[in-house]
């Protein structure tokens, strides 16, 4: 694709950060408006951790779906090194030039323990523009 001057244009990559909460397909609708807007991919991605609730699973196929009405794609990643390094690898792989993220109900307790995945997500994109939509 051509701009008028004769540059060519950028792709745009929007990946949206979820976690099985209620404020899930808020984000996703937020990140399919900035990729429509941008004329850009969907991803909509969210790491596995601990097994899910009933509620979860059926938040997360909500989730699924709402991304396909989208036309996004939806993907589970394993954790691997942690939650941060596989939000990080996969919009590496996939050239991410912006990430949405929210808040999440994790307490304060673990933010300590085990790290800000906020932080640490934009520490490690450079170059990515890092949407953090909050809770209220």
Not at 45 to 51: A, F, G, L, M, W
Request: proline residues 3%.
């Amino acid at each position: 694709m051509d701009v008028p001057d004769g540059q060519p244009a950028a792709h745009e990559v929007v990946v949206v950060a979820i976690a099985a909460e209620d404020t899930a397909a808020r984000l996703i609708r937020r990140g399919g408006q900035l990729a429509e807007r941008l004329h850009g991919e969907l991803h909509v991605v969210t790491v596995r951790s601990e097994p899910l609730t009933q509620e979860q699973a059926r938040l997360l196929d909500v989730c699924r779906e709402i991304t396909a009405a989208l036309g996004g794609h939806f993907e589970v990643l394993e954790p691997g090194e942690g939650m941060g390094a596989a939000l990080v690898g996969y919009s590496r792989r996939v050239h991410a030039t912006q990430m949405v993220m929210g808040e999440t109900s994790r307490s304060r307790w673990a933010e300590l323990l085990r790290g800000d995945i906020i932080k640490y997500v934009l520490r490690q994109t450079r170059g990515v523009d890092v949407h953090v939509i909050s809770r209220d």
